[in-house]
């Protein structure tokens, strides 16, 4: 089953449009639904705050203690491996049940449901992009450019893993943040819209207006 890609067109998110409309679908949809919508919006508040909690964790590791990936892995491994040492060889004389690696963790159903969804946002993503550098809407492709030159400023200020963290803590906060304030917010971002489109607008005419215009030629007959 392929997942569902939310589209600009036509859904009805017209933030403080005419007649008092608001966006059809709930953030919760938006978002795909199901448990990651759920651990996104703070439904679960144990689980989101667990979440949050190890990606800071991962992150001090990393960025603070400076930590490299492959010794953190063998500590990991080796700590996990004497866990189950010491617990397989005491179950027996503590009458408990060895450990067992849970089903879940290893689930093949899983792994190729994250690929799959993997694939088709990727794909979509590259789609959109071809189609913005087709050049057949301008505004958007100088929107892209410019957000592209704004992420590669801000990525040669910080390291790739505060990025990934300041990411993850933006897709795990904002969200619940917008549910909470969304009339506010809508109010706000309607406004911002119709300034950067007055904006945009003066921009353009003023370009236009810059653009030198040869003299119109008369057909001799």
């Given at each position: 089953m392929h997942p569902n890609f939310p589209s600009d067109h036509g859904n009805g998110r017209g933030v403080g449009g005419g007649?008092?409309?608001?966006?059809r679908k709930p953030i919760h949809q938006l978002?795909?639904?199901g448990r990651a919508a759920d651990i996104l919006l703070w439904k679960d508040r144990n689980l989101s705050a667990g979440l949050l909690a190890g990606a800071t964790l991962v992150w001090y590791l990393f960025e603070v203690v400076e930590y490299s990936i492959v010794p953190l892995v063998c500590q990991i491994a080796i700590l996990a491996m004497l866990v189950v040492?010491?617990?397989?060889n005491a179950a027996p004389l503590l009458n408990i049940a060895p450990p067992r690696i849970p089903e879940v963790i290893i689930s093949e159903h899983a792994f190729r449901q994250i690929a799959q969804i993997v694939h088709y946002k990727l794909a979509h993503t590259v789609s959109a992009l071809y189609d913005i550098a087709c050049g057949k809407d301008l505004k958007k492709f100088l929107l892209v450019v410019l957000s592209l030159?704004?992420?590669s400023e801000v990525g040669s200020s910080y390291s790739f893993t505060s990025l990934l963290y300041l990411g993850f803590l933006c897709a795990h906060t904002l969200p619940a943040l917008y549910q909470r304030y969304e009339t506010e917010v809508d109010h706000l971002?309607?406004?911002?819209s119709e300034d950067i489109k007055r904006f945009y607008k003066?921009?353009?005419s003023n370009l236009l207006n810059k653009i030198p215009r040869g003299p119109v030629k008369t057909k001799v007959k």
């Open positions: 007649g008092g409309g608001h966006r978002l795909g639904g040492f010491i617990w397989s030159l704004i992420v971002a309607a406004r911002g003066r921009i353009d």
